[in-house]
């Protein structure tokens, strides 16, 4: 399929290439809506981007940090403690250390009755501040796994053919199992979708991801081939990647 990649030396290359870029989309988001939505990623490649985009001054932010509003792509089923969250590892990379209001800050809740509430009361919250419709996230940052699973969404999983919600509860063959996630309604909104990739673990999903029929891509095993958002869709990778 095509891809329109960047490759870098390394992860902090990667990561210091994407700030730069990440705060151009931002400065742009807020002349143009008054605001910078994202939607992070979990998992370990992006909190070296979360960690720079820290240490920047808010002028250099791109954004001043009141005008910025953090969401979550997806989010393991798991207390916000617990080293395995994605609100943690964010929280220690970056909302730790710098001036958001915690208004701005929107974590995907993992302490409902179950997780189906959990996928519904985010989805409320989503509709709350977007609207009825789908949102375009201003930027959305996804990954990859070794399988092709991007933010939570798995090869074989239903929440790969939804059409209505907006977040589902799954459950996958990772840990930990129970997760949230964007279901393509919403993910195949986004005005730019990065996919961050790095290590040479990924090696051979790239590969495959590259040699995918571009024609056929609706029916392909890997959702991050099947993910077709409106937007700009870039692939930071690393060498080792590749
Ligand atoms: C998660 C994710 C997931 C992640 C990839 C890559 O919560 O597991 O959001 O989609 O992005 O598994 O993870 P790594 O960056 O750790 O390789």
């Given at each position: 399929m095509k891809m329109d990649q960047r490759v870098f030396d390394d992860l902090d290359a990667l990561s210091r290439a994407a700030l730069a870029e990440l705060q151009r989309i931002a400065r742009e988001a807020v002349r143009e809506r008054g605001r910078f939505a994202i939607a992070l990623a979990g998992g370990r490649t992006p909190a070296k981007l979360y960690s720079l985009w820290a240490q920047t001054d808010a002028k250099a932010a791109g954004a001043a940090w009141d005008r910025v509003h953090l969401f979550w792509g997806d989010e393991r089923y798991v207390d916000h403690d617990d080293l395995l969250s994605n609100y943690r590892m964010t929280r220690e990379a970056l909302l730790s250390r710098v001036a958001i209001p915690a208004e701005n800050v929107h974590p995907m809740p993992t302490d409902c009755a179950s997780p189906d509430n959990c996928a519904?009361?985010?989805?409320?919250?989503?509709?709350?501040?977007?609207?009825?419709?789908?949102?375009?996230?201003?930027?959305?940052?996804?990954?990859?796994?070794?399988?092709?699973?991007?933010?939570?969404?798995?090869?074989?999983?239903?929440?790969?053919?939804?059409?209505?919600?907006?977040?589902?509860?799954?459950?996958?063959?990772?840990?930990?199992?129970?997760?949230?996630?964007?279901?393509?309604?919403?993910?195949?909104?986004?005005?730019?979708?990065?996919?961050?990739?790095?290590?040479?673990?990924?090696?051979?999903?790239?590969?495959?991801?590259?040699?995918?029929?571009?024609?056929?891509?609706?029916?392909?095993?890997?959702?991050?081939?099947?993910?077709?958002?409106?937007?700009?869709?870039?692939?930071?990778?690393?060498?080792?990647?590749?």
């Open positions: 519904a009361q985010y989805e409320a919250d989503l509709r709350k501040f977007f609207g009825d419709k789908p949102p375009a996230f201003d930027l959305q940052l996804l990954g990859l796994g070794p399988e092709g699973h991007t933010a939570s969404l798995f090869p074989g999983s239903a929440a790969m053919e939804e059409q209505v919600r907006w977040v589902m509860a799954v459950e996958a063959a990772a840990t930990p199992h129970q997760r949230l996630t964007l279901t393509p309604v919403v993910l195949n909104q986004g005005r730019n979708t990065w996919f961050l990739v790095a290590g040479a673990d990924k090696r051979q999903i790239v590969q495959a991801l590259r040699d995918q029929d571009e024609g056929t891509r609706g029916t392909s095993p890997y959702p991050a081939a099947r993910l077709q958002p409106a937007g700009n869709v870039a692939w930071f990778l690393d060498r080792a990647a590749l």
